[in-house]
């Protein structure tokens, strides 16, 4: 425990955007707290690459995987940052899609972040200081085929930044979404090469954004920017601008 240290957590933080976030606020010299669910390996890999971190394993789409998380941050030391990064994407059209499917993606893309603010932000509000960073999605202004479910999620996230942005103002505590595009992940990897070439001509820059182009924001928004709250930073290339 270095308790000098002011902690981030990022949840989610073991791979892909989460991962970026970590490095990020790791050499901006936070204590990064690097949440994950089933990447063991992952997540004990980053855990060495960056010395000091320490991991939490969780499952945030319960209330008792958010109270494992809070109990392992809590005594680590003053608590500035929380990016809720941690989602899923259970893709299928509409008329197909499972309700297993839907109730498992709120619970985890938007269930898990209304839980994590609440009871993280109790720790900021006793030291009237702290920085929220919420990961959404350009789906959730956009919209997508098969991703009903996810899209709500992404969007409802947004808005519930606004909210929480306004009431924890009065505490010194900036409440932000950031919201990338298309980025390359394990998770747009998967993609048939004809899906991902009809995304790519949706995107005036021409490619897909990088892990770390995403974290570049983060960092910013941890760190600098002491005059923002309540909005919501789009990082896709151009494709929407919100």
């Known amino acids: 425990m270095n308790e000098e240290k002011t902690v981030a957590v990022v949840t989610g933080g073991a791979t892909g955007i989460g991962a970026a976030c970590c490095r990020a606020l790791h050499a901006a010299g936070f204590l990064v707290g690097i949440h994950y669910r089933s990447s063991s390996e992952a997540a004990e890999a980053l ?3 960056l010395s000091g971190s320490f991991l939490v394993k969780a499952d ?7 109270d494992t998380l809070v109990a ?5 030391g003053p608590l500035g940052v929380v990016v809720n990064n941690a989602g899923l994407a259970l ?10 499917d839907f109730d ?5 893309n938007m269930r898990s972040v209304w839980l994590v603010t ?3 932000s109790r720790l900021m509000i006793r030291r009237r200081a702290g920085r929220i960073i919420n990961i959404s999605s350009v789906v959730g202004s956009t919209g997508n085929p098969t ?3 996810y899209g709500m999620t992404k969007a409802a996230i947004d808005n519930f930044t606004k909210s929480a942005a306004a009431e924890l103002a009065s505490y010194q505590i900036l409440v932000n979404s950031v919201a990338p595009g298309f980025i390359e992940t394990a998770m747009t990897s998967v993609l048939d090469p004809a899906v991902q070439e009809t995304i790519l001509g949706r995107i005036p820059l021409g490619r897909m954004g990088q892990p770390e182009e995403v974290a570049q924001v983060v960092h910013f928004l941890a760190t600098s920017a002491s005059y923002i709250t309540g909005s919501v ?6 494709m929407y601008g919100g």
């Open 47 to 49: 855990a060495r690459e």
């Open 60 to 66: 945030l789409s319960t209330e008792e995987g958010v």
């Open 72 to 76: 392992a941050v809590k005594d680590r």
């Open 91 to 100: 893709d299928a059209p509409l008329f197909s899609a499972k309700v297993e």
């Open 104 to 108: 498992l993606t709120v619970a985890t």
């Open 118 to 120: 609440k009871k993280l």
């Open 147 to 149: 991703q009903t479910s």
């Open 233 to 238: 930073l789009h990082v896709n290339g151009g």
